[in-house]
């Protein structure tokens, strides 16, 4: 078991700019899920994946971002034409199917700076 | 709606002193997990602990323990001879079926315990 990945650790790019990043999730979990956190903040959901299907997404993800999982194993997270408002650090947790309520395991997640 | 609020927003102890971090919960579901998340200045979501609705029996691990009311709406967590290794943002967090299994995260509270 080598936990959730994400790369890269740290992304600093300039506002307009569009952005990818990758998660690789627990091997064996086929849930897949994204979220936000601000300073001093929770996280917030964002969206969340069962194997390649994306059954959930919050309000908080706008047109400029978009999540896939095309083969049901790892994920991207783009975020287009980045604004100051989208710093954040964006974390990517997996669980098992297991009636909904497995825990959650987190990745280091992903720094993002918007200059 | 699902909203978790964790009152303390940061404590302040003294090795070797017990703690207890606050959370109150509010959802309409009956059933729904409540879990406890610690986050170190490594960044990394570290699970604790999850518990369902059905369950109100305390739990003990260790030096943690868990405090489970629904009459209150709360699931507090308390750390007893806290160690300096303690010391980092713990979240309580919330899923329900109605939620798409996403976390509904409190604030957090920043726990630091000072040798």
């Known amino acids: 078991d080598t936990g959730v990945s994400q790369n890269p650790r740290h992304k600093i790019t300039k506002r307009g700019q569009n952005v990818t990043f990758r998660c690789d999730p627990i091997?064996?979990?086929?849930?897949l899920y994204w979220y936000r956190q601000t300073l001093g903040q929770g996280p917030e959901f964002l969206t969340y994946?069962?194997?390649?299907?994306?059954?959930?997404k919050s309000r908080l993800l706008s047109d400029r971002f978009s999540a896939e999982r095309p083969k049901g194993s790892f994920s991207t997270l783009e975020i287009q034409r980045t604004e100051q408002g989208d710093s954040a650090m964006y974390l990517c947790a997996s669980s098992p199917a297991g009636g909904g309520f497995e825990p959650q395991h987190f990745g280091d997640g992903t720094r993002l700076s918007i200059l | 709606a699902q909203k978790v609020t964790q009152a303390q927003t940061e404590i302040s102890v003294v090795e070797k002193e017990d703690v207890t971090l606050d959370c109150v919960y509010e959802t309409r579901d009956t059933t729904y997990y409540l879990f406890w998340y610690k986050q170190p200045p490594s960044g990394e979501l570290v699970f604790l602990i999850r518990?369902?609705?059905?369950?109100?029996q305390n739990e003990i691990s260790g030096r943690y323990s868990w405090n489970f009311q629904k009459s209150t709406s709360s699931f507090n967590f308390t750390i007893t001879a806290s160690q300096v290794v303690d010391s980092a943002v713990y979240f309580c967090a919330l899923s329900t079926n109605n939620a798409g299994n996403m976390l509904t995260f409190g604030g957090g509270t920043r726990l630091m315990v000072k040798p």
């Open positions: 994946f069962q194997n390649e299907a994306q059954l959930e």
């Open positions: 091997s064996e979990h086929n849930r």
């Open positions: 518990r369902n609705s059905f369950d109100e």
